[in-house]
């Protein structure tokens, strides 16, 4: 199986305003990324979601307006004949010291539990060194995708990790070798 766990912020989407996504309003694409996603699924890749939401744990929103932030996201997805399989999250805030806020390893696990697969099977692209710390500790393949919420490519990237400056380059250089991931080694 042909697995990519894609972050949402700053990869998916472009970054808020105020460093979140809180409502479906805020909610816009990063330029490529929907039909970067419809290319994945039309090559046979499972495309899940795992992101940190802070702003739960905070209270700057509720579970509805994650809701319906995710049901855009679905929408704006299928209008482009892409579909995302899953959306896993951590509602926790950064002290609450829970095992699922990205770096730790919780949401991956989940997500490879889920889908049957090991580690070293998974992509994880992401444009937050948190997103690919988290795919280390499974051993997936890593990919930096776009520029934090500072607009910067951290310096700080686990070992092995690649980069590109967005989620269409990197689809564009994984899927001309028929989608199996051979062209990112």
Not at 36 to 56: C, E, K, M, S
């Amino acid at each position: 199986m042909k697995l990519a766990i894609l972050d949402r912020d700053g990869t998916l989407n472009q970054w808020g305003a105020q460093g979140f996504i809180g409502h479906p309003g805020d909610w816009v694409a990063v330029p490529g990324a929907m039909e970067a996603v419809a290319r994945l699924n039309r090559a046979g890749w499972h495309v899940v979601i795992a992101t940190n939401q802070p702003g739960l744990g905070r209270g700057l929103f509720d579970v509805l307006e994650l809701n319906a932030v995710h049901a855009k996201m679905h929408r704006e997805l299928a209008a482009m004949g892409a579909r995302v399989d899953a959306v896993f999250y951590c509602p926790h805030a950064p002290d609450e010291g829970c095992r699922c806020r990205k770096p730790g390893p919780a949401l991956f696990e989940q997500i490879a539990e889920r889908y049957g697969v090991e580690g070293r099977s998974i992509w994880a692209i992401g444009s937050g060194v948190e997103h690919l710390q988290a795919g280390s500790t499974l051993g997936a393949h890593l990919v930096f995708a776009g520029s934090d919420a500072s607009g910067a490519v951290p310096v700080q990237l686990p070992a092995g990790a690649v980069c590109y400056p967005d989620l269409n380059a990197v689809v564009c250089d994984l899927l001309p070798l028929g989608g199996d991931g051979k062209a990112l080694s």
